[in-house]
């Protein structure tokens, strides 16, 4: 495992993570997570992405349980906050109190007493930025949260942000986490990744084989008991579309020329971009960790010549 700086910080992750969505106390049972979590450990892992919506709180507490047979100060654990945990109008958004109050159930679920990187989930337009980048730096000096950062925030937002808190002296945002894969790169690679560059912001992305269909398994249909699947999954059908599952075959055609996966080949593709800090990947089964994991093994295998094929395959997609 290859280890990257988180933007210009001092803290090292794990170019490829482990992240919870759709799987920690949902998908997959708690025994799984806790094989994946510590497989992910022993190959190098340090970074476990999390949040508080997650399976509404329960991939938290799952989380919490799997790691306490781990080193805490080896881990590099995350979680975020915006969306509607609690009842009430300010139980949702980034003003101080959702803030505060989601940070220490968020503790209380991780059984910890921090978080290494907490990230805002979404942009907040009903609060100041202001606010909420002093209650970030706030939390910072509570020693409750290390790192924070945002997620699917436009860069004129995470500009503004850290304007504000160079101004006022304050710990500016050190990571963004956007959606980052072949079906959806254009915002990431014209917007964000010359501002957080310029910034020395890192980016953690997720959705590397975008909900699954970049790792090929859709190519001859929708397999039974896969995500896609599920009664509850209608939006990742939606984008199963005949024209993307025209260009993952091509895709897999030149993943085999190269003796790689088409998982290996989308993961890898990321890691040749260094803005990106972390590729966070999503996991059911050991047999898929194990085979997005040596995507960062293989990383040499995109030449120019490989990512100009790549290109020509998925066009303009995004």
Not at 39 to 62: L, Q, R
Not at 243 to 248: D, F, H, L, T, Y
Not at 308 to 315: A, L, P, S, T, W
Request: charged fraction near 25%.
């Amino acid at each position: 495992m290859h280890y990257r700086r988180l933007g210009r910080s001092g803290l090292k992750v794990s170019e490829i993570s482990l992240g919870a969505w759709l799987t920690f106390g949902q998908q997959i049972q708690e025994k799984t997570a806790e094989d994946l979590i510590h497989a992910a450990y022993d190959h190098g892992v340090n970074f476990f992405d999390n949040a508080d919506i997650y399976a509404n709180g329960k991939a938290e507490e799952v989380m919490g349980r799997t790691i306490k047979s781990l080193p805490r100060e080896a881990l590099v654990i995350s979680s975020k906050v915006f969306w509607p945990t609690m009842p009430g109008p300010n139980g949702r958004g980034l003003s101080r109190k959702h803030i505060m109050e989601s940070i220490h159930a968020s503790l209380k679920r991780l059984d910890t007493d921090y978080v290494d990187l907490y990230f805002c989930h979404r942009y907040d337009p009903d609060t100041p930025i202001e606010e909420v980048v002093r209650t970030m730096n706030i939390l910072i000096q509570q020693g409750k949260i290390l790192y924070w950062g945002t997620s699917e925030w436009e860069a004129s937002q995470v500009a503004r942000a850290h304007g504000i808190a160079r101004q006022h002296g304050l710990i500016p945002p050190t990571m963004e986490q956007p959606q980052y894969n072949l079906f959806h790169r254009q915002r990431v690679e014209k917007e964000l990744m010359p501002l957080v560059k310029d910034l020395g912001i890192g980016l953690t992305t997720w959705s590397p084989l975008y909900f699954g269909i970049l790792s090929g398994k859709y190519n001859e249909g929708i397999p039974e008991g896969s995500r896609a699947s599920q009664e509850d999954m209608a939006w990742i059908r939606e984008r199963i579309t005949p024209e993307r599952i025209a260009k993952v075959r091509q895709l897999t055609t030149l993943a085999q020329e190269l003796d790689i996966t088409t998982a290996q080949l989308a993961i890898a593709w990321i890691l040749r971009r260094k803005e990106v800090s972390s590729v966070i990947t999503g996991a059911s089964r050991l047999e898929q960790l194990d085979e997005n994991l040596m995507a960062a093994e293989v990383a040499e295998k995109m030449t120019e010549e490989v990512i100009d094929r790549i290109f020509k395959i998925i066009g303009d997609e995004d």
